[in-house]
């Protein structure tokens, strides 16, 4: 008999909030069996981070936990005490991953015995600032990454504050490489038998989505910055108001197809010799703003978005989540899912990516109530009903 | 085997690259690192077009097209060859190298890999087990599967943007200061390293390859859940919320002394409020009944924000993120690309990896880029070398993999199907006009120490 129950990666998680958990899914989606092991009691941050169904918080209930745990069970264990972090062990000791975000250091201060950390064992850390070096201690958040890593100093106004991009990206994201690493590390230990360590900092994640500005000032000199309000939009690819919202000209594309652009807007008066060469245009950046400005203003964003499509043209909505959510597009490509909760009912979220013949986009199990397996796992380990007994009542599990 | 003997964890596994700019060659990217054997295939017609810059000190050269700083980021450790998948004969000796591969990653929409018949089902029928990554915005099914989009086009779609800006401001792009960024090239970019390594995961265990269908799209509505699930849950479509966050007071960002300075602060319980109003020198603000509990903060943010502000405008970044993360609080003194450079700490985890100079300019130097994005303590992703030169290793591909001859490449050429340089102006190389930059603030200045700066920094 074994704990395990699919033929993927073997994985603990261990952790809380988005990071690790959203690497461990990404993992789940793809054939792993996924353990995630939460405090009792409380259990992962994300259970209270909502949203929640009319907004009434309950641990069983917030979508952010429901979409980043589905396809995964479920144990407790206060993994700070003695007897927790011997049952962990025990739970390492046939997994292939362990993937955590306790904090820079964390996880080697835990009462671990001795060699629970074996050596065919992927350990995959994510830190804010990564394990080692002088900031390895230091406090960290969504917005500590987008500081440190350079996006926000070019997000935004120059006349006003950096800006954050919304949401949670850096941990998302912090997650996928997670999920790349702890694949990468497995074809080792397929062929090799070893484990190994693998560290993620959220700073690094962000620094590497300005790779452009980095390469500008290894190569040039030049610091990128915050544009000022005088810096032309059209051609920076700045969302453009509409008659009834927002719209999205990607400069990279609409250059090559200048003509096209200017017939489609009904403008020729912008195909003359002096729109010719991206260089002109550039001198002419401002008329173009004033010139196209006024004539997006005319015409509804979805006009501009499917006509401008049909003409070839790169402009898109700016769409609300509203609108992804109803998008036709996505439900014809069954990207979201329902997941049948037992506590909170049917929820529609996104599904599995990328879409692939193989997999199923619909999540086979829902996300774990917690400490739903903690019977059936802690059972496998060899612990009897009234051992299992005596350690929830020591709040142990 | 003894640890220091162990290949990298991709060695053996060959993939083809057809694609260009930014989102594949960046997706591959770390593949190379972890020792597979990337083939980039470009055609005279369709070179990448993110060879273009920026170029070394900002001098445009007849060679630069194989200096392109952006294109090294992407494209380093990998191997180049030239097809032209337009030409019949072309596309023959593509599937010819797919046989023989074990991944295939491109970029087309669907109107154009149907077109090349390069569909999933035709690598199939010379390569069972491939695997291909069709990497693009919208995906190969669906009423927009047609649609062109660039990073920005994204980042529209996907719902961030709309959600990014300051409470009382206009939408706002990530990264759109400077030249710009795309953000979402990056974000598709890792969806595509997972995709691929889980596709080859999972073949090592079914011995089944796959299709990867990845849509950008779906990659980025992926990362938002919790805005989409405020609308299929409570039918809310959640308004911008600036650099704010819902269970968070203070949080935002804060001048500094300096040139554009600051400072990004957040605290989430009552005991780190009383240490940063300690360390801000307003202790009285910790008591105040306006800021007592996390709701009155939250109530109470934008007079809260000119107090913290007044205090922190005369302070140094630096100095203020080390007293504030002292008292365990999160401050992060905001970066700009130069900082990233000079930051101890990325350089003490070797964020960046020098670039070995190239052949024919050895005057470039090796010129730092960033790693991928992790450590990896036996599996190290190594820089096997720089992005190669166009059609650099055409020969040599087609001879390991095929065993063509001499003359059967002369005849290749002769026959238009591969290339040596890239047709005319099928790349610019446009220098930065450096001036203009500075003086409409998209760059905050032209570091002319830069190179001695990086040297110093990465001195071994």
């Known amino acids: 008999m074994s704990v395990w129950q699919r033929d993927g990666l073997r994985v603990i998680e261990l952790g809380s909030g988005i990071s690790a958990a959203f690497g461990a899914r990404l993992l789940a989606d793809f054939g792993a069996d996924v353990i995630k092991v939460e405090r009792p009691g409380r259990g992962d941050e994300s259970r209270r981070a909502g949203p929640f169904p009319g907004d009434i918080p309950h641990p069983e209930k917030s979508g952010l936990f429901l979409y980043l745990n589905f396809g995964k069970r479920s144990v407790t264990l206060d993994v700070e005490s003695v007897s927790g972090a011997a049952l962990l062990a025990e739970l390492l000791s ?30 995959c850390s994510i830190s804010p600032y990564g394990q080692d070096g002088p900031k390895s201690a230091y406090v960290g958040s969504e917005l500590s990454a ?18 954050k991009q919304a949401l949670s990206q850096a941990s998302h994201h912090s997650g996928v490489n997670a999920a790349s690493a702890v694949l990468a590390a497995s074809f080792l230990q397929r062929r090799a038998g070893h484990g190994q360590r693998i560290d993620i900092s959220d700073q690094e994640t962000m620094a590497m989505t300005i790779f452009p500005a980095l390469s500008t000032y290894a190569y040039t000199g030049g610091v990128m910055r915050r544009g000022k309000g ?137 996300a774990p109530l917690l400490g739903q397996h903690n019977a059936e796992v802690f059972a496998e380990l060899g612990l009897g009903a009234e051992d299992i007994k005596a350690l929830a009542g020591a709040e142990v599990i | 085997m003894s640890e220091s003997a162990l290949p990298l964890p991709l060695e053996g596994i060959r993939v083809l690259e057809l694609g260009m700019v930014i989102v594949l060659p960046l997706a591959i990217s770390p ?15 369709r070179p990448d077009q993110s060879r273009s810059g920026p170029q070394p000190e900002n001098q445009p050269r007849a060679d630069g097209f194989n200096l392109g700083g952006n294109f090294q980021t992407m494209n380093r450790g990998k191997r180049g060859i030239t097809i032209d998948l337009t030409n019949p004969r072309g596309r023959e000796l593509l599937l010819r190298l797919v046989a023989v591969s074990d991944v295939v990653a491109e970029n087309f929409t669907s109107r154009v890999l149907h077109n090349m018949g390069l569909t999933y089902d035709r690598l199939r029928e010379v390569n069972p087990r491939i695997i291909l990554l069709s990497s693009n915005g919208f995906g190969h099914s669906g009423p927009w599967q047609d649609y062109k989009s660039y990073g920005p086009n994204i980042e529209s779609v996907d719902g961030l943007m709309l959600l990014t800006g300051y409470l009382d401001g206009p939408p706002q792009r990530a990264g759109s200061g400077g030249l710009g960024v795309t953000y979402p090239d990056v974000a598709g970019a890792n969806f595509g390293t997972f995709a691929v390594l889980a ?17 950008h799209y779906e990659a ?37 002394d300096g040139l554009d300075r600051w400072i990004a602060i957040s605290v989430h319980d009552d005991a780190r409020f009383a240490a940063l109003a300690g360390v801000l020198n307003l202790p ?26 007044d205090s ?77 030169d166009f059609g650099e290793h055409t020969d040599e591909v087609l001879r390991e993999y095929l065993s063509l001859g001499a003359e059967e490449i002369q005849q290749l050429e002769a026959d238009g199907v591969i290339a040596r340089t890239p047709r005319d102006g099928m790349v610019s190389r446009e220098p930065i006009d450096a001036k203009e930059s500075v003086a409409s603030g998209r760059f905050l200045e032209v570091d002319a120490d830069y190179r001695e700066r990086l040297a110093e920094q990465f001195r071994e």
Request: charged content about 25%; aromatic content about 8%; some cysteine.
């Open chain 1, 230 to 366: 005088t810096v032309p939009r059209l051609i920076s690819s700045m969302p453009m108001p509409t008659k009834d919202g927002w719209i999205m000209p990607s400069y990279a594309g609409l250059g090559t197809w200048w003509d096209s652009f200017a017939g489609f807007m009904g403008m020729p008066e912008a195909t003359g010799e002096e729109f010719s060469t991206a260089g002109r245009r550039r001198e002419q950046a401002v008329r173009i703003d004033d010139m196209f400005g006024a004539a997006f203003k005319e015409r509804p964003t979805s006009e501009l978005f499917h006509q401008g499509q049909e003409w070839g043209l790169t402009l898109t909505a700016l769409q609300s989540v509203g609108d992804v959510a109803e998008s036709e597009h996505l439900v014809q490509r069954g990207f979201f899912v329902e997941q049948e909760h037992p506590v909170a009912g049917s929820v529609k979220m996104p599904g599995l990516v990328p879409k692939t013949p193989y997999l199923d986009r619909t999540p086979d199990r829902p």
């Open chain 1, 146 to 163: 987008y500081a440190s890593g350079g996006l926000m100093y070019i997000t935004g106004e120059a006349e006003r504050e950096p800006l």
């Open chain 2, 220 to 256: 980025g509505v992926a990362t938002i859940a919790e805005g989409i699930l405020d609308y299929t849950m409570n039918g809310r479509v959640p308004p911008r919320t600036g650099n704010r966050h819902p269970s968070r007071a203070p949080q935002g960002v804060y001048p500094c």
């Open chain 2, 284 to 309: 009285w603000l910790a008591t105040d009944a306006r800021f007592r509990s996390l709701p009155d903060r939250r109530r109470n943010h934008d007079e809260l924000d000119r107090l913290i502000a």
């Open chain 1, 94 to 123: 046939d997994a292939d991953v362990l993937i955590e975000n306790l904090g820079a250091g964390a996880l080697d201060k835990l009462p671990l015995p001795s060699g629970a950390i074996n050596s065919r064992l992927i350990v």
């Open chain 2, 199 to 215: 596709a080859l995961e999972r073949r090592e265990r079914t011995g089944e390859g796959t299709w990867l269908d990845l849509s």
């Open chain 2, 31 to 45: 593949l190379a690192a972890l020792g597979a054997d990337v083939v980039k295939v470009e055609s005279g017609s």
């Open chain 2, 312 to 388: 922190t405008r005369a302070c140094r970044a630096d100095v203020l993120e080390r007293a504030l993360q002292h008292a365990g609080i999160e401050a992060t003194m905001v970066q700009n690309s130069k900082d990233i450079f000079l930051d101890p700490q990325l350089k003490h985890r070797g964020f960046f990896q020098p670039v070995p100079p190239h052949h024919s300019a050895p005057e470039v130097g090796a010129r730092p880029h960033p790693r991928a994005g992790w450590k990896m303590s036996l599996s190290a992703p190594a820089v096997k070398g720089r992005a190669p």
